[in-house]
Structures are given as C-alpha cells and as structure tokens.
C-alpha cells in the first residue's frame, strides 16, 4: 500500500505562484502514474493534471493549461505541481492521486491511493 502526502499550500496573492509536493511511500513503485486533483469549497472534485510512470507524457486541465506544470523525480519518488499565474478560482484543496498503471488517467476514480490534501488559497 503506497501512502502519499502533500505539502507546499500556502496563501499567496492573484498572480503569484506555488509548488506542491506529493511524497510516496510503502509499497511504491515507478509504474505508478500519478495525478492532482482539486476540491473548491462547495463543489466537486476536478482534475488539475497527470503525469505517466515515466514523466514523458503529462495531460492538464482546459483551466490550468499553460500556468501548471506537473513533474517528477522517481528516484525521489515525488511529483511535483508548479502553479504560475495563480488565480483567486484556483482556491482549493489540492490532493495527490496514484495509481499502478502505464497510462495517463484523467478521472478520479481511476486512481486508488490519496493524499490527505493540501490547501491553496489565493488571494485577490
């Protein structure tokens, strides 16, 4: 069983910028494929971006698209999540995501470990 936990939320000003990291642990393995999601305050779960077991292949979200950058150090086994240009509706908690598996996975029920979450506010 692999344990993941985040770190690196914090409140910043529209604008500015974040990293969060997402720390594996346990049972790991580098064919894991791994994703962060997000949670508003009174909405749903939505997918930020992915990143495949090797890091040559990534996928994001229509809203975060050229301001995110998603990546990885498998000998560090960490995957990170680079945030410019941040904006007050990218307020959220931000939860790491993985799952054993080659591919790219956009949907949070494809994955099967989580992170506790880490909390991003941004302010106008």
């Known amino acids: 069983q692999a344990q993941l936990v985040e770190s690196g939320g914090g409140v910043v000003q529209a604008g500015g910028s974040l990293s969060l990291s997402c720390t594996t642990s346990g049972r790991t393995s580098h064919m894991y494929a791994m994703g962060w999601f997000r949670r508003a305050p009174g909405e749903e779960r939505e997918f930020v971006a992915a990143?495949?077991?090797?890091?040559?292949?990534?996928i994001y979200a229509d809203s975060v698209k050229g301001r995110f950058t998603i990546s990885r150090d498998n000998l560090k086994n960490t995957v990170n999540l680079r945030m410019n240009s941040l904006k007050p509706e990218d307020t959220a908690v931000y939860y790491c995501?993985?799952?054993?598996?080659?591919?790219?996975?956009?949907?949070?029920?494809?994955?099967?470990?989580w992170g506790q979450g880490t909390q991003v506010t941004v302010s106008s």
């Open positions: 990143i495949n077991w090797s890091g040559r292949s990534t």
């Open positions: 995501a993985a799952v054993e598996g080659i591919g790219l996975y956009v949907r949070s029920r494809d994955y099967d470990h």
